[in-house]
């Protein structure tokens, strides 16, 4: 079953016990971060200002999230050696843990025997879908929702698999 697409405030509003997040793409261009990212690339600066325009909304919201009790837990499968992009990714996850989010990352070498979905996704509370779907150059073309509960279980299966070989993002160095 097909729905529309919330905000991703709506989105994690909504859920009650857990929020969880693949991301599978080594490189997004997606156009709210891309003057972060060229400013990384040209200087090694990332801005990791939990404050920040840049950063606050989303902190804010997970702040939010994690304050009702709610698990946020986003996972990252990686091509390594890791990009650019990857490096950029890991220089300001900080933020993201700091926020209280949970994040977790997995060579891809590890996960050639891990079912896994055709795109990215949240998976709120085990039931619902959001889809994030990307062009090949990594730019959004937008979300759809899903709450079809075979495809939830694949999202869910695969997501705790992937979780379970990850590693913290404390003890995953760069290579």
């Known amino acids: 079953m097909t729905q529309s697409v919330p905000s991703f405030a709506d989105l994690l509003d909504s859920a009650e016990r857990t929020a969880v997040h693949l991301e599978m793409r080594d490189a997004y261009g997606v156009a709210g971060e891309a003057d972060d990212f060229e400013h990384w690339r040209r ?3 990332r801005d990791t200002d939990p404050a920040s325009p840049y950063w606050g909304p989303w902190v804010e919201l997970i702040r939010r999230t994690v304050g009702r009790g709610v698990v946020v837990r986003r996972a990252r499968i990686v091509s390594e050696p890791v990009n650019d992009y990857i490096r950029y990714e890991h220089a300001a996850t900080d933020v993201n843990v700091q926020a209280g989010e949970q994040v977790r990352w997995l060579p891809r070498r590890r996960a050639s ?3 896994l979905p055709g795109n990215d996704f949240w998976l709120i509370d085990g039931q ?7 062009t090949g150059a ?3 073309r937008g979300g759809e929702m899903s709450s079809d509960p075979a495809t939830a279980k694949l999202c869910a299966d695969a997501f705790e698999t992937v979780w379970d070989r990850a590693i913290p993002h404390e003890h995953y160095e760069i290579s």
Not at 128 to 134: E, S
């Open 138 to 140: 990594g730019a959004s």
């Open 128 to 134: 619902l879908i959001r889809w994030n779907h990307f």
């Open 113 to 115: 025997d891990i079912a």
């Open 43 to 45: 200087t090694g600066e």
